[in-house]
């Protein structure tokens, strides 16, 4: 089983609607994020949280936000999709103990498609 | 947040040895190098870091020289399941991670 699972995988939907990703961790990482992916482009972040209590916008959080429901459960909304929301959402953790600096585990990602 | 420049794209055959050259000249004393891998429709996947001089692990080998205002990222021969987009940040990591478009690599049969 993977150790970051995203929810769903891939999802279409239409303008105004609400959505929901869903990220969950089985590495006990206090550290997790929500990264956007436009085709050719690089990833850009879009939310981040270092604990429970700990949210902070990243390079463009306008449009989304976050729920940390629990050390291992990172969500991300949409309150109304439109359709330069369409992208790949990657979730990822990171340990602050890690001998590796910041080292990032991603999910395999989920695509939203706003009509 | 140091910038980082990279090739675009690179191609290769299988069995060759392939060099990736990341530029970064505003790299902070507190910065590490860092590459990530990405096959498609997956998330990226750490590959190596460093911070000074020269990195070695299974999969790869990192080179930086004294002033770190570069890096190399050494694959040896590579094989077609290296064909990959490979990302080169500079940064403390975690949320400080900006990750770039990367360098798309072909390996041809």
């Known amino acids: 089983d993977a150790d970051v699972t995203q929810t769903p995988r891939n999802r279409i939907t239409k303008t105004g609607k609400r959505i929901m990703l869903e990220c969950s961790q089985t590495?006990?990482?206090?550290?997790m994020y929500w990264y956007r992916q436009d085709p050719g482009l690089g990833l850009r972040l879009i939310y981040y949280?270092?604990?429970?209590?700990?949210?902070n916008k990243g390079e463009i959080s306008d449009g989304y936000s976050v729920s940390r429901q629990a050390q291992a459960k990172f969500s991300l909304s949409l309150e109304s999709a439109i359709p330069n929301q369409t992208a790949l959402y990657f979730c990822?953790?990171?340990?602050?103990?890690?001998?590796?600096?910041?080292?990032?585990?991603f999910g395999e990602g989920s695509r939203l498609t706003v009509l | 947040l140091a910038k980082t420049t990279q090739p675009i794209s690179m191609d290769s055959y299988e069995g060759q040895e392939v060099n990736i050259t990341c530029s970064h000249n505003?790299?902070?004393?507190?910065?590490?190098i860092t590459w990530y891998q990405q096959f498609p429709s997956q998330g990226p996947r750490f590959i190596i870091q460093?911070?000074?001089t020269k990195v070695t692990n299974e999969v790869a080998s990192l080179f930086i020289p004294a002033d770190r205002k570069s890096s190399t990222l050494s694959l040896p021969r590579v094989s077609l399941s290296d064909t990959a987009v490979y990302y080169c940040?500079?940064?403390?990591?975690?949320?400080?991670?900006?990750f770039g478009a990367g360098t798309r690599l072909f390996v041809k049969a």
């Open positions: 949280s270092f604990d429970v209590k700990d949210i």
């Open positions: 505003n790299i902070a004393t507190n910065d590490y």
């Open positions: 940040l500079v940064g403390a990591g975690g949320f400080k991670t900006i």
């Open positions: 590495k006990g990482h206090d550290r």
């Open positions: 990822a953790t990171s340990d602050r103990t890690s001998g590796r600096a910041g080292e990032l585990f």
């Open positions: 460093g911070y000074k």
